[in-house]
């Protein structure tokens, strides 16, 4: 028999920004839903040391924390569903979700959290390095690499953005970008050359990435130009690879507006979509910050917008307002 779960809320993910929509959702006493999603507590579960999620002092590890957001998620009553949607029908109301095995989502308002994956380039040395020396997020890992020569690999906004911040903690940066020039913004670009501690390769790709002995990690990029088949070896124990993300959004092409790059849309300051009742938070909607604590900041936004939602559609219109008033 096919299983029917029916809820005031839905969550589709269960990363920052998911499970902290379902502390507040639950607290609402909306009896939030969590759809878990393929990957249970997110990007978070493939890192290790965390060291800015506010209200830790000391190290803590991202499968922890997570671990602990879900304890608490589910301690203020949200229910945890281990199942991944692969169908969503938002024509009416309640919303219609489908899970891979068969179960039926029934539910006043969805809550997108699904997130996004960093690009890789798909190197074997780049998996096998990750998180000793190769990573997707200068802003998380940087800290890390303090005095130490690193790279960035890309040449888009975030490569830009992740070099100059990389030179916070570091004198010797360098970019590595396929092509002889960036798809950044001017003005990140300008920034970029005119600072004295970043230097850029062009043309160039990683064709390796070199691990030390035993357990060094990282040391070195071994690089090919693309133009004349010259290598090259580049000595670094950071290498920080900012090609793009995919947000995880393919349910929802025509159903959802999505930016040109498969973002949803949301009304800026706000978790809103196009889709009355349809709220989106964490990465799956930002492509600018893309932190534990800001997907957490906006989880907490889509559930109090639900809330009110759901506040608004259960106040009586007008005119039975009148009617209640006169019985
Ligand atoms: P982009 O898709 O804009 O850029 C990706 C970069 O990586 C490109 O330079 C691309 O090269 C390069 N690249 C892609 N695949 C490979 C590969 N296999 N090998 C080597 N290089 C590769 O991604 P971003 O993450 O930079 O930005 C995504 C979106 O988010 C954009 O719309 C951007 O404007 C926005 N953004 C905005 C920010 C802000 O407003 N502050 C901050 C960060 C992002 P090529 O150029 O040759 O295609």
């Given at each position: 028999m096919t299983a029917v779960h029916s809820t005031r809320m839905l969550i589709l993910g269960s990363g920052p920004a998911g499970l902290s929509a379902a502390i507040y959702g639950a607290r609402a006493g909306l009896a939030p839903i969590v759809v878990q999603g393929i990957q249970p507590g997110g990007q978070l579960t493939t890192t290790t040391d965390v060291e800015n999620y506010p209200g830790f002092r000391h190290v803590i590890q991202g499968p922890w924390l997570m671990e602990e957001m879900q304890a608490q998620a589910e301690h203020v009553g949200a229910q945890m569903m281990w199942d991944t949607i692969v169908d969503v029908d938002l024509s009416q109301r309640p919303f219609k979700l489908t899970g891979d095995g068969g179960a039926i989502y029934m539910c006043d308002t969805l809550v997108i959290a699904t997130g996004a994956q960093a690009k890789w380039l798909g190197l074997e040395s780049e998996q096998k390095l990750r998180g000793q020396g190769v990573s997707a997020c200068a802003t998380c890992d940087?800290?890390?690499?303090?005095?130490k020569k690193v790279a960035v690999i890309g040449g888009g906004n975030t490569a830009v953005e992740e070099a100059l911040y990389l030179t916070n903690h570091s004198h010797d940066v360098t970019i590595i970008h396929r092509r002889d020039s960036f798809r950044a913004e001017k003005i990140l670009q300008e920034r970029l050359f005119k600072h004295h501690g970043i230097k850029v390769i062009w043309d160039t790709e990683v064709a390796e990435f070199v691990a030390g002995e035993g357990n060094e990690g990282l040391i070195a990029l071994d690089l090919?130009?693309?133009?004349?088949?010259e290598t090259s070896r580049l000595d670094v124990e950071g290498g920080f690879v900012a090609i793009g993300h995919h947000p995880a959004t393919e349910l929802f092409v025509g159903k959802i507006d999505l930016d040109r790059d498969g973002y949803m849309k949301v009304t800026p300051g706000t978790s809103l979509t196009n889709v009355p009742g349809v709220f989106a938070c964490g990465d799956v909607m930002d492509k600018i910050y893309r932190q534990a604590i800001t997907a957490a900041g906006t989880g907490c936004m889509a559930a109090l917008d639900a809330e009110r939602f759901l506040q608004e559609q259960d106040y009586p219109v007008p005119e039975d307002a009148e009617k209640v008033a006169a019985e």
């Open positions: 940087g800290f890390f690499f303090r005095g090919r130009n693309v133009k004349t088949g």
